[in-house]
């Protein structure tokens, strides 16, 4: 029960004998202004809780020293405990009589080990082997069984508040101190970036040269299928000296091919194949394998909108920039002039545009498709390999005789797939975006199965650039009269239609990549050069509205690969040369084995052996696979530095032979390749995301629950 007091019935005289029991001692502090001898108790009393901070102690505290007798409680009217300021001013002015109470107070044991300099378990140790088991014991406890350095919980208290100040003062000094020198190491990482990026920009190639006033550029820019580069080929065909420069193996080997045919001689150069043909002054090559020191009279520089492209776009710059040909010839969409235009006015080089039409009509189809009534000569679009080969087998499985073309299907199988389609033995073509950079594939209709796309980042929709590049291969001039550009649904068909005559943006900036000169001016491993070139974005000044720098992130990926004893014992350049070769996630580990062997002097590896035949999709990719690998072998064969180490390149050029004929004649005999549920087998849908079927996803759910 609470025990509460009237306040209202409370005389003042009530106060009377209490008051008697004081003297005239006051409380620190206190006056008092009336005769009330309420007032005067008050002003001669220290309340419970004013009496426990005083004495800065708590209640268990003070009800320890009352059972003690060392204090001597007082009740007034209103059933308050105070206690005598006479008592408590004694108390308060006598060390040893606070002390007696102090002796009651719980003390912490991480302050007393802080104060002896050693850890609390070591503390506890010693309080249990002295008979206190209690982790919060009383001062008056511990103080007999330790060797202080304070003989009262006052002078613990200071020293404990002492020390924390210090430790705190310290920890502030160190932390002025680590500021301090963070704020230096950065104004010297500043400084060092400043003096490495003006060294860079010192370094960074002349566009403009004298020699420039004899070059000039001529520039064709069109949609696809207007002449472009048939008219660019032709020039060097009657230059007779010179390089055509495509983007893909495919294309080189197309021009190769036609040159040859027509009775041009013309060698055909690679990143793994070379092949000279007598008396040629002509060389058909993939863009990155141009040599600038001899460009003969005229370099034809194809796909130039690839200036933007984050990854290989440095070919095409070093191209146009360092080729020394009096004459050049550029082929490129509409949106990429600006950007040409811009380059050639900071190197100094003249520049002609010929514009070119579309030499046969093309549209967008009235009405949508369906798959059942594909109409002859089409190509249907998909964006994935897997996609791909499900479409090949539905539509064989509706009567059709199907082509495929995608990006990790070897070039010649693509090749020979291509020239099927073209040949009429098959009447609809299924393939990604392959198509869409120049190769020779006439036909009447592109249908776009999907308008998404997954980019490597995100799923997204095609750009009208994309759409257009794409769907301008329908209806090649002298093969059909006009070309009809589709979809599959009414819903894809009006994006595809808006898309389709839409302006692409223009492209803006060309792409740039370190030199082996670049790179020696930088500190550390390789991969830390590459990255630091990157970041440094050493581009001068009247180039930073046309120049980006390039997506390295592949060569730094392989460039982690090597230790810094083996790019110094390769040396910088053989090093940078060996983290250029095409690799992708599946196929480094290969390429790590072929450098150990390079950097330990033995021969490479041979790739993996695929299945020895192709039933299913696995065995396909398998084989891709082992393909992807012979080609990283043939690369690394074909550089002086580390042929030594490929003496079987003859075999694994057999062996990729044999495999990409094995892969086109599965491909060939309708190879059973829909992707099936991971479980039961089950065909999955045309566009199903996932491993499993839906019927095997819910008995996972129901046996979850």
Known sequence: MEFTVNLTHITDDAWQPLRSQLDDT????????SNSLREQVIARTYT????????????????????????????????????AASEINHILQNPAALERI???????????????????????????????????????????????????????????IQRKAAKRDAIRASQRDRREREREEQRAALEQKRLLRQKLLDAFP??????????????????????????????LEEAGSGWYLAPLRLLAYEVFDRLNQRGTPCNLLTGEEYIPIPGATITAATIEMFNSQHSGEVVVIDEAQMLADSDRGWAWTRALMDANAPDIHVIAPTYAQTLILNLADAAGIDIEIVEHQRLSPIRVADTPWSLEDLPPKTILIAFSRATVLDLKMTLEDLGRDVSIIYGSLPPEVRRKQADRFA????????????????????????????????????????????????????????????????????????????????????????RIAPTVDDLALLPGPLHERLIQWSE???????????????????????????????????????????????????????????????????????????????????????TEEA??????????????????????????????????IRIDDALVNKLKVRRQCKQCGRPLPLQYRYRICDYCYNAQADGSE
């Open 26 to 33: 006051l409380r620190k502090g206190a006056k008092v202004r």
């Open 48 to 83: 419970l809780n004013g009496t426990l901070s005083l004495f800065q102690i708590r209640k268990p505290t003070m009800e320890a020293a009352l059972a003690q007798g060392l204090l001597t409680p007082l009740t007034d009217p209103e059933g308050q405990t105070r206690f």
């Open 102 to 160: 102090h002796e009651h107070e719980r003390v912490f044991l991480d302050d007393i080990a802080n104060l002896m300099e050693i850890n609390v378990k070591d503390l506890r140790r010693r309080l249990i082997k002295a008979g206190i088991e209690n982790p919060r014991p009383t001062w008056g406890e511990v103080k007999p069984v330790l060797d202080l350095p304070v003989k009262t919980l006052a002078e613990l208290r200071e020293a404990v």
């Open 206 to 235: 002349a566009w403009r040269h004298e020699n420039r006033s004899e070059q000039l550029i001529t520039l064709h820019v069109g949609p696809p299928n207007s002449g472009k580069t048939h008219d660019a080929i032709r020039v």
């Open 423 to 510: 040949n009429g033995e098959t009447d609809v073509c299924v393939a990604t975006d392959a198509v869409g950079m120049g190769l020779n594939l006439p036909a009447d209709h592109v249908c776009f199965y999907e308008l998404e796309k997954f980019d490597g980042r995100t799923v997204r929709l095609l750009t009208a650039a994309e759409v257009q590049q794409i769907g301008g291969r329908a209806g090649r001039f002298g093969f059909a009269e006009t070309g009809i550009v589709g979809a599959l649904s009414r819903r894809d068909l009006r994006l595809l239609r808006r898309l389709f005559y839409d302006t692409p943006p223009e492209l803006t900036h060309a």
């Open 536 to 622: 440094l974005q050493s581009i001068p000044e009247s180039l930073r509205d046309k120049v980006r720098i390039a997506d390295l992130s592949e060569r730094i990926e392989l460039a982690k690969m090597l230790s810094d004893k083996e790019v110094e014992y390769l040396g910088l350049e053989t090093a940078l040369r060996l983290v250029n070769a095409p690799t992708n996630r599946v196929s480094r580990a290969y390429w790590r084995d072929c450098a150990t062997s390079i950097i330990t002097a033995f021969r490479m590896p041979l790739p993996d052996f695929p299945p020895t035949e192709i039933n299913d999709s696995s065995d396909l990719e398998a």
């Open 627 to 660: 393909i992807a690998k012979a080609d990283i072998y043939l690369w690394l064969s074909r550089r002086e530095e580390f042929a030594q180490y490929a003496p079987e390149h003859v075999t694994v050029r057999a062996l990729r032979n044999q495999w990409s």
